[in-house]
């Protein structure tokens, strides 16, 4: 029985040897970075950020580990437009931290940087911004500008937090059903009343075409009736009724009887 216990005492050893190593280092994951912390020491270690991988320590240190990849969060965010309608949005900010200064968040702020910092910020920003528009301006035309101003607001403020705001979306906006069908209703106006716009300018456009084509027309009229003289006409004449009576198919040539006349032709084919 003794000799058994002895046998198994390496491996007893190397157990609580194994346990002892696992408990001294802090494993990093792919797309994470680390901190590392000084119990009985200097406190949060600066100018080093410690990579993906294991991280040797000894038991009563530690290793904060960050996240430093792209990451989502979604809000529904209650505001009030300019004219008081209340209104729901539905954003999502994608969102990371500075990798190279995840010692200097770890301190200030830590690692719920979320929830301290970026939440509260987007939440006041997106009144402030919010309350500029009309709530047809939120709900259709405007969209894209407010979600621009709120991203642009929102990475002004992270810049001293050492956080990089990548993107804030507007996903939905949800709006008291009375003014929803009044924005419809107003937007089905106005793009009928741009319709019309253009049929009218449209008309209007023809209406010039057609005018300066007649235009152009009783011109050029004018200028040939002044360029028609009687003398002109008789000579004409004359020029005709000498090449008809070339022809082998003329009959009969009746010159006219006075002197404003032009010859008369008779005659048909041999």
């Known amino acids: 029985m003794a000799k058994t216990r002895f046998q198994m005492l390496p491996l007893i ?91 200097s968040l770890q301190v200030t702020i ?69 003014i929803s069908k009044a924005i419809n209703l107003k937007l089905t106006m106005d793009q009928e009343a741009q319709r019309m716009q253009f049929t009218i300018e449209k008309e209007k456009r023809e209406a010039e075409r057609k005018r300066i084509e007649a235009k152009g027309i009783s011109d050029f009229q004018k200028i040939v009736s002044a360029g028609i003289t009687s003398s002109l006409l008789k000579w004409k004449g004359i020029e005709a009724t000498l090449e008809i009576a070339k022809s082998p198919n003329t009959k009969v040539v009746i010159v006219g009887n006075d002197a404003g006349s032009l010859p008369i032709i008779l005659g048909g084919e041999k």
């Open 110 to 178: 830590g690692r719920n940087y979320y929830g301290v910092a970026i939440a509260p910020t987007i939440r006041e920003i997106a009144r402030t911004v919010a309350g500029r528009y009309k709530p047809e301006e939120i709900y259709s035309t405007k969209r894209e500008q407010i979600a621009s101003e709120v991203v642009e607001a929102l990475r002004g403020a992270m810049t001293d937090k050492f956080i990089m705001i990548e993107n804030v979306l507007i996903r939905d906006v949800l709006i008291p059903p009375e």
């Open 13 to 103: 050893i190397i157990a609580v040897l194994a346990l002892g190593m696992v408990g001294c280092g802090t494993q990093i994951p792919s797309g994470h970075r680390g901190v590392f912390y000084y119990k009985f020491g200097d406190g949060t270690e600066f100018g080093k950020i410690y990579q993906e991988g294991f991280t040797w320590h000894l038991p009563w240190n530690s290793v904060f580990v960050y996240k430093v990849q792209l990451q989502e969060h979604k809000e529904a965010l209650t505001v009030l437009s300019s004219d008081g309608a209340t209104i729901l949005l539905e954003v999502s900010i994608l969102y990371r931290p500075l990798a190279a200064k995840l010692d």
